[in-house]
């Protein structure tokens, strides 16, 4: 079945460190690539996403790109704030299908 | 602010118990989606509803149910609850069934003792 694998957490950086997530995935087809931040206390939020091979999603300082070749979706950041303290999850969506698959998370931590 | 709102915001009930969990899509979204994220099973999906019809079935156990109603809330019931139910509960809603759409929920936190 489609499976999300993420790296293991939890990140911990200091403001202005350089961000890398990675995310690897198991599917059959092309599906859609998303990844997803949940602040404290608060629902997920669509934080970028890329729907075919070589895309590049890319929002708040966040990019990412669909590499079909190494089935990765890998999250970067070149300057990270305090407020990006969050937890994040990589996620996928099959064409046709109805669901998203998640990742495990991983929780981020910027010290000041 | 999603749009999407859940009730209750927290819920602590007993082994045994049956609790249900409410969720007001957006404005004019049609497509309802339920997930758990617990800390073992990370975040998992468990049913769609498209205007009123389930749409799509995930790992959700027979001891769940969950139904939208006529003006697209949804309701998602759980009995015979056990101490492994503790999860956080998000709703998600979306246009026309459009999952790279949704918009979640801030959840509702279970508690089973």
């Known amino acids: 079945g489609d499976s999300v694998t993420q790296m293991e957490g939890p990140v911990t950086l200091s403001e202005e460190a350089f961000l890398t997530i990675n995310c690897t995935y198991t599917?059959?087809?092309?599906?859609?690539l998303f990844w997803y931040v949940q602040y404290p206390g608060e629902g997920l939020q669509l934080l970028l996403k890329?729907?075919?091979?070589?895309d590049k999603g890319s929002n708040k300082g966040f990019e990412a790109t669909y590499r079909k070749e190494t089935t990765s979706f890998h999250l970067e950041k070149g300057s990270v704030q305090v407020s990006d303290s969050a937890v994040y999850f990589c996620a996928l969506s099959r064409q046709g299908a109805q669901k998203l698959v998640f990742g495990q998370g991983t929780r981020l931590t910027i010290n000041p | 602010d999603s749009g999407v709102t859940q009730t209750p915001k927290h819920l602590i009930t007993a082994t045994g118990q049956r609790v249900t969990l409410r969720c007001s899509p957006r404005s004019g979204d049609l497509s309802v989606y339920w997930y758990q994220q617990s800390l073992d099973q990370g975040l998992q999906f468990l049913i769609q509803?498209?205007?009123?019809?389930?749409?799509a079935k995930g790992n959700i156990l027979e001891r769940f149910s969950a139904q939208q109603f006529p003006d697209l809330h949804s309701e998602l019931n759980l009995s015979s609850l056990e101490l492994g139910d503790s999860a956080l509960y998000f709703c998600?809603?979306?246009?026309?069934?459009?999952?790279?759409?949704?918009?979640f929920g801030p959840g509702t936190r279970l508690t089973v003792l």
């Open positions: 599917a059959t087809g092309y599906p859609s």
């Open positions: 890329a729907t075919k091979a070589d």
């Open positions: 509803y498209y205007n009123g019809e389930e749409r």
């Open positions: 998600a809603s979306s246009v026309e069934g459009l999952v790279d759409t949704q918009y």
